[in-house]
């Protein structure tokens, strides 16, 4: 059990790496448009970025995973909003930090901010300053209701209810060549609730399609390539 764990966090530090190098990529401007630039390289990192991209994913899979089991009738509510405490303290932490301590070394001008960008530092759950925290911790509050009410159905009926949200959430968006209006890209709340779900399944009943590491690294290798050969429709591919 303690390897397994160990496995977990190690899993973590793995994906906390891939989101550092995706904002590195995205953030820091070191991926270019592939509208203006259709060099090797350049597809190199988009390959890259496709690898990557299951990072946040991870994560949510990973709760689920463990909260699935931790509520149950009984469950304490002092612990459970106690947590929820501390993951909101964590990100005010952070939203109201970074902009004091960058302001102090004359990185950004603090007094030039509007009252939209201050609100949105002071409230930064509320106003969505980080998308992820956000819908994270609205999952966390709506965990034991899901735990909960996965334990009440049987694996055929929890099977057909992740079936459904896949070809909603997935392979509805995939075949769509037309933007859907409520589609955010797998960066919203509802995502969460479909990973939460497949996460607790797996806890539950395992996966029983892929027998060991080797077939589970074919299926994340594949299904990158898969969402980096979707996106070369509209590129100007002039190095093959």
Known sequence: MKSRKQSFEALRIVAMCMIIAMHYMTKGMALP???????LSN?????????????PNAYVLISGYFLVDK??????VKAYLGRGVRLVCEVLFYSWLVPVVLGAFGVIDITS??????LTMALPIEQEHYWFATSYIILYLLSPVLSMGIKKLNKEQLKGVIIALLVLFSGFKSVNPYLISWDRYG???????????????IKIYGFEKIKNVKQAFGLYAGLAIVYFAERPANWNISWI
Do not use: M, P, Q
């Not at 448009?33 to 060099?39: E, H, I, M, Q, V």
């Not at 509520?71 to 304490?76: A, D, I, L, V």
């Not at 901010?113 to 201050?118: K, S």
């Not at 960066?187 to 399944?201: G, P, Q």
């Open 33 to 39: 448009k592939l509208s203006t630039d259709s060099s």
């Open 71 to 76: 509520w149950n009738e009984e469950f304490s």
């Open 113 to 118: 901010f509007e009252f939209g960008e201050i």
């Open 43 to 55: 597809h190199l990192w988009w390959l890259f970025y496709a690898f990557c991209l299951v990072a």
């Open 187 to 201: 960066c919203d709340l509802a995502w969460f609730i479909c990973l939460y779900i497949v996460a607790a399944y």
